[in-house]
Nanobody
Framework: QVQLVESGGGLVQAGGFLRLSCTAS????????MAWFRQAPGKEREFVAA????????YYSSSAKGRFTVSRDNAKNTVYLQMNSLKPEDTAVYYC?????????????????WGRGTQVTVSS
């Protein structure tokens, strides 16, 4: 049974930082891409960043580039999202997702596995 479990969300002031974690289990993810999405109230789920388990190649949305960094620890089966210079508009539930192979994929329906999400709230 595949499980993706996110953690690390919370309340932070604008300009602050958080590091989200996503721990994967239940299958071998070595040929998978792991991604972060987010969904704000009343809005559609949107792509944030992705990383290849095997190569470490990364891919970012324009809103994340320069402020967020995605990384992985293969030994811990964990993917991270370091978020710096947070803004109130970053407030959302952040989800971890996984899909085979290709990293440069931003469409929600292209991902096979999803976590339950972790809330990030940025106060102004």
């Amino acid at each position: 049974q595949v499980q993706l479990v996110e953690s690390g969300g919370g309340l932070v002031q604008a300009g602050g930082f958080l590091r989200l974690s996503c721990t994967a289990s239940g299958r071998t993810f070595s040929n998978y891409a792991m991604a972060w999405f987010r969904q704000a109230p009343g809005k559609e789920r949107e792509f944030v960043a992705a990383i290849s388990w095997s190569s470490g190649i990364t891919y970012y949305s324009s809103s994340a580039k320069g402020r967020f960094t995605v990384s992985r620890d293969n030994a811990k089966n964990t993917v991270y999202l370091q978020m710096n210079s947070l803004k109130p508009e970053d407030t959302a539930v952040y989800y971890c997702a996984a899909r085979p192979t290709a990293v440069r994929v931003a469409a929600v329906d292209e991902y096979d596995y999803w976590g339950r999400g972790t809330q990030v709230t940025v106060s102004s």
